[in-house]
């Protein structure tokens, strides 16, 4: 019983992050500029995380180099990787910046093997030939739709990502995920306010419908899935919930075909599949 509700948590999870992509679409077609939209995800979801935590009594303040390395994961880790996620967008479809920002897993066992002396294995190699070779199927295959420009910005969001994943997993190993997750979001919040008010870009969001895009990004998007991932990892272990999230990029290909009316091809479907093999093999022992 405690794997399945372990898993439907994680599929819950799965799908709330796989949302992002549309609400980021909605956002951009209402006028809303990425900052502002970043900054309101971001203050929004430290309210619930804080106040979740606080009320299970686990929002305990980091201090010293751990503080210093939490703050500085958000602001230029978990930052830099969402604004150039909602950059992307303004070039492809949110199925397509799904499929390519989930290289990030294979990216993250190469930074490994780099950065932690971990050994290059044939099952490495393969997951990474896998998961390149999708991204060229659905790039060379659709050329119009996969904007070179967003697939630059999208892979090397993955790029980012993976990098703030093994400095987190390094620097911060004794502290638990939902306190790093604590410090994280609200200095991704700061560097969008100093960065959207250098720039100009923000704004406040004027009517409901804004409004509604905004607390749909920051409660469905960002911290439902944040508190379900955390409760599935409990319950069914990190290798069984990576696996079961790479849901994600399926659910906002599939929502984007259905709410945005966004095209699948034959290519998208198989280079992704191309892509999650390459995730599976480098995460399934």
Do not use: C
């Amino acid at each position: 019983m405690t794997d399945r509700v372990g898993v439907a948590l994680v599929l819950v999870s799965a799908a709330g992050f796989g949302t992002l992509g549309i609400f980021g679409k909605l956002a951009a077609a209402a006028g809303l500029s990425i900052p502002t939209v970043l900054l309101f995800r971001f203050l929004l979801a430290t309210a619930l995380v804080w106040g979740l935590l606080a009320a299970r009594g686990r929002l305990d303040l980091l201090s010293g180099r751990n503080l210093l390395v939490g703050l500085g994961l958000g602001a230029f880790g978990y930052a830099v990787m969402s604004g150039l996620y909602f950059w992307g967008l303004s070039f492809m479809t949110a199925g397509l910046v799904g499929i390519l920002l989930y290289t990030y897993p294979v990216f993250v066992v190469v930074l490994a093997a780099f950065a932690l002396d971990e050994r290059v294995t044939r099952r490495t190699a393969a997951a990474l030939t896998l998961a390149l070779s999708g991204v060229a199927l659905v790039t060379g295959a659709d050329p119009a739709g996969a904007d070179p420009r967003g697939v630059a910005v999208v892979v090397a969001g993955a790029v980012v990502y993976a990098t703030y994943i093994t400095v987190s997993r390094v620097a911060l190993d004794a502290v638990p995920a939902d306190r790093l997750t604590a410090h994280v979001l609200p200095a991704a919040a700061a560097a969008y306010f100093v960065y959207g008010s250098a720039t100009g870009a923000l704004a406040v969001p004027a009517t409901a419908y804004e409004w509604s895009i905004v607390v749909a990004i920051a409660v469905v998007a960002t911290a439902l899935p944040i508190f379900t991932f955390f409760a599935g990892l409990a319950r069914i272990g990190a290798s069984r919930a990576s696996v079961v999230s790479t849901t994600e990029p399926v659910v906002t290909l599939l929502l984007g075909a259905a709410v945005l009316s966004e095209p699948v091809t034959l290519a998208t479907v198989v280079g992704g599949a191309l892509v999650l093999g390459g995730v599976l093999v480098v995460q399934v022992e």
